[in-house]
């Protein structure tokens, strides 16, 4: 048996991520330290790790992007090594360089290999270079006199995207080239505003197209391996609602080419830790995206069909460990899928809401990923996702009933919420028949305009909610079943 691989791990992030990295240095028999900013002082984060150190900031963001802060804490916790978890600080060459000069060992790829797969204008040129597909492009910097020139020639449609860009921010989709030169910069002032990067660049856009992805994994003896693929095209805003594994469009053929595209093109970035490698695919053909240089949001659904903790390969690729396995040895056993629940009105836009979770309940007979407690008040201090539900099952068909069943079931009062939007993407003919891409939620715009939430689950959630204190009294009287023996309503 290994001997653990650090003695404290500290964790820079919060919310449902922070729990789940604390569930995996508890396994290890690791301590866990984490960062946190007074608004999530009751968090069950806080609660779980061993060590818990306050940071603040002019706002709560600020506190969690504050690197020398955040390197301060560490020292304090007495960490020997850092998880970054994802978003925030995660790709953040500066950062990893700041925790590794500290003497931390940073959990996720090299500096280096960061700066090159952040900056999608590298990422692009390299994969490119390196003989791997990627879609028409004309890149401002190459030329910027002649650059709109060049996104001209390419045609209509395109989409316009900043260079630093994530999450959808900044992007434009342009139909109509007289809007080409407003889109452009409508992009560089968002990349600016958020990436502090005005560089954009403009890529052919494909119609109706599928998100696919390619889990990797390296370690810094040149291995590396995929953990098959997933699928992310139901997306709102250019950002994932539901993932899954294995994607219902790939015959075995093209899941082989496109694991073995992601391979080889982390295999020439040298690519050590967990990384994901993003596809647009339609019609037989893909083209490189992007890579994340961390871990994704979406990685239970990997986890589950695979049987391999990422987590725990990732801290041990950061303590210099050799994979303890080979492709061969990877296996995907059933289906997996993975909603988000968000504290946002999909039918208002997808509005974030607020409010004090009074009453939550999780179903059984699924993973649920949350960071969130029953009493913990939701603002809009940060991303609106409150929890990850995720099923698994033989097929496809099965995984995706025991999700609607899953968030049917859940309950969450306090705070207006999408699962009723998931529940009705779950039983749609489009989606249950595999018809889906990037676009779907546009052309089934029904599916957000009616949150009728929660009916009569509501009803009985808020009846729970009213009668609790009556029912956990030592006076309560007994329920009705209980006095007449075996019968019930």
């Not at 500096?111 to 990627?134: H, S, W, Y």
């Not at 401002?140 to 260079?163: C, H, M, T, W, Y």
């Not at 409508?186 to 599928?210: A, C, K, L, N, W």
């Not at 998100?211 to 950002?239: A, K, P, Y």
Request: charged share 25%; aromatic share 8%.
């Amino acid at each position: 048996m290994h001997t653990p691989p650090f003695d404290t791990v500290l964790v820079a992030n919060r919310g449902e991520i922070a729990v789940r990295i604390i569930k995996t240095l508890r396994k290890l028999g690791l301590r866990s330290a984490v960062v946190y900013h007074e608004i999530d002082s009751n968090t069950p984060a806080i609660s779980m790790a061993d060590t818990a150190i306050e940071i603040s900031g002019l706002s709560p963001i600020a506190a969690y992007l504050d690197i020398a802060q955040i390197v301060t804490a560490a020292h304090k916790a007495r960490a020997d090594a850092l998880h970054p978890g994802y978003g925030f600080l995660s790709e953040n060459a500066e950062f990893a360089r700041a925790v590794r000069k500290a003497g931390i060992a940073f959990i996720g790829p090299a500096p280096e290999t960061i700066e090159l797969m952040g900056d999608k204008i590298r990422a692009r040129k390299f994969v490119q270079c390196n003989g791997f597909p990627v879609a028409p492009s004309a890149v401002d910097e190459d030329d910027p006199e002649g650059f709109v020139v060049r996104a001209r020639a390419i045609g209509a449609p395109l989409l316009v995207k900043p260079s630093g860009g994530g999450g959808g921010k900044g992007m434009r989709i342009v139909r109509d080239l007289d809007c080409l030169e407003d889109a452009i910069e409508q992009s560089r002032r968002e990349g600016q505003r958020y990436f502090g990067d005005r560089r954009v660049y403009v890529e052919r856009y494909i119609e109706r197209p599928r998100h696919i992805e390619v889990q990797v994994l390296g370690d810094r003896f040149g291995n590396v391996v995929h953990l098959f693929e997933r699928e992310c095209s139901v997306q709102r805003r250019f950002q994932k609602i539901i993932e899954e594994t294995p994607s219902p469009a790939l015959s075995p053929q093209l899941r082989q080419r496109i694991c073995e595209t992601a391979v080889g093109i982390a295999r020439a970035a040298n690519y050590q830790n967990a990384g994901t490698v993003e596809f647009i695919f339609c019609a037989g053909e893909f083209y490189f995206l992007e890579m994340n240089a961390r871990l994704q949001v979406e990685h239970p659904v990997t986890e589950l069909i695979t049987g391999v903790d990422l987590v725990a390969e990732q801290i041990h690729a950061a303590a210099g460990r050799a994979l303890g396995f080979s492709q061969s040895d990877i296996v995907s056993h059933g289906h997996a899928i993975e909603i988000r629940l968000y504290a946002e009105a999909p039918e208002r836009g997808y509005a974030p809401t607020t409010g004090k979770v009074l009453l939550l309940e999780y179903p059984d007979g699924v993973r649920i990923d949350s960071g969130i407690l029953q009493g913990q008040n939701i603002t809009t201090a940060f991303d609106p996702m409150l929890a990850k539900i995720i099923a698994h099952a033989q097929t496809r068909g099965e995984s995706a009933l025991k999700a609607h069943r899953a968030i049917r079931e859940m309950i969450l009062l306090g705070c207006e919420t999408n699962a009723s939007f998931l529940a009705r993407i779950l039983a749609d003919e489009a989606f249950l028949a595999g018809e889906i891409h990037t676009g779907y939620l546009e052309e089934h715009p029904h599916i957000a305009a009616d949150n009728f939430s929660f009916g009569l689950s509501a009803f009985l959630a808020s009846a729970a909610l009213l009668t609790k204190p009556v029912r956990e009294s030592a006076d309560a009287v007994p329920p009705l079943h209980a006095a007449l023996g075996s019968w019930r309503n």
